[in-house]
């Protein structure tokens, strides 16, 4: 854990610190905004199970408001026509849709946030607990973890972690039991320590 503690504080002595804080800066933003966008959010973070982060922002930046708009029919044959590899999942995204006009409103009326992270596994198909606390990072909370497999690729590496042969909840509870300790060693936030590590793992910052 020591030499990911050093690199991470490597980066914090750079120009990364910077951009790690205006993404942050941007996340808190987007959680005060209107049910809507965060809905929107909800639809990019579908987007992106077993699928590459910078299309899904492509493809979320193309779509954007039609999220709210579009029949599932035509939502599909518009992820078909960017490229998405799994349009079928328009239908998820049709099914959450009812949310989209309250989903602020839900948002805040959890108190702890693996109590608002069980409700979304639950309720909005197509989102596991790294879709889940992906789209919680996104829209401004701090202290759960994206475990996807860059992290687990590093955390592995570093021997922090076994590779899990499948990412049940309690395994993935228990990468951010670790992600946790260390987060806690460089006095970071889970959310700022993911884009640390994402940074060391892929060389970018995205979202």
């Known amino acids: 854990m020591n ?11 750079g120009t990364v610190k910077k951009k790690v804080d205006k993404r942050i800066a941007e996340f ?18 579908t987007l992106t199970a077993n699928f590459d982060a910078e299309k899904s922002i492509r493809i979320q930046k193309k779509i954007c408001d039609n999220f709210l708009k579009l029949s599932e ?5 518009e992820l078909r026509k960017q490229g998405y590899r799994y349009p079928n999942r328009a239908a998820y995204m049709l099914e959450s849709r009812k949310h989209s006009g309250n989903l602020k409103k839900t948002i805040q009326s959890f108190k702890e946030e693996n109590g608002l992270r069980e409700w979304l596994v639950k309720n909005i198909k197509g989102l596991g607990f790294k879709e889940a606390s ?31 042969k499948t990412m049940t909840k309690k395994r993935y509870l ?3 039991a670790v992600l946790k300790k260390l987060a806690a060693k460089l006095k970071l936030s889970l959310a700022e ?6 940074f060391l793992e892929t060389g970018k910052i995205l979202k």
């Open 28 to 45: 808190k933003a987007l959680g005060k905004k209107a049910s809507s966008e965060l809905y929107k959010e909800l639809c990019f973070c």
């Open 73 to 77: 029919k035509d939502l599909e044959k």
């Open 3 to 13: 030499k990911l503690v050093n690199d991470v504080k490597a980066l914090q002595k």
């Open 134 to 164: 992906h789209f919680m990072r996104n829209v401004g909370f701090g202290n759960v973890a994206i475990i996807d497999f860059h992290i687990v690729d590093l955390l592995v590496k570093e021997g922090l972690v076994e590779r899990p």
């Open 193 to 198: 320590l993911d884009l640390y590590l994402w």
């Open 174 to 176: 228990e990468i951010e």
